[in-house]
């Protein structure tokens, strides 16, 4: 990890809800970002954060997420979700999120990543497949 991974460190990023992001089991009228999606959109926003402040090899898994969805965003609207990085510990980092369209707040969320080194999760995961494949 650069030295430029602190708490503090924030970024947000824009997201158009499209046809893909919406609810559709109450009809076109109640078309509205679903949780779901705003949960995979904060995910990939503070990975895209901490990816920015990482050594060549590494990246981030999420590991935990807890969400508050507090409004609806229609279709054919936007959000901007920004996120905020509030602990460092070692290899784990927390990040805050705070999702707004252009009325309300309609989201926040706690989301948990953790540093890993590429090439040794690529080792671990081909000997867990062996092993699967190995049990039938």
């Not at 503090?8 to 997201?15: D, N």
């Not at 054919?76 to 070692?90: E, M, Q, R, Y």
Request: hydrophobic share 40%.
């Amino acid at each position: 990890m650069k030295d430029t991974l602190a708490v503090g460190l924030s970024k947000t990023r824009r997201v158009d809800i499209d046809k893909q992001r919406v609810i559709d089991f109450m009809g076109e009228e109640l078309r509205v970002y679903a949780t779901p999606w705003m949960a995979r959109d904060i995910e990939v926003t503070c990975r895209d954060l901490i990816f920015e402040n990482l050594d060549d090899g590494e990246d981030t898994v999420g590991n935990r997420i807890e969400i508050d969805h507090l409004g609806a965003t229609l279709l054919n609207s936007w959000v901007d979700i920004t996120v905020t990085v509030v602990n460092i510990d070692g290899r784990h980092v927390t990040l805050e999120a705070e999702v707004k369209d252009p009325l309300d707040l309609v989201g926040k969320a706690r989301h948990a990543r953790f540093v890993i080194d590429v090439e040794r999760q690529r080792i671990r995961l081909k000997a867990k497949a062996a092993k699967l494949r190995e049990n039938g």
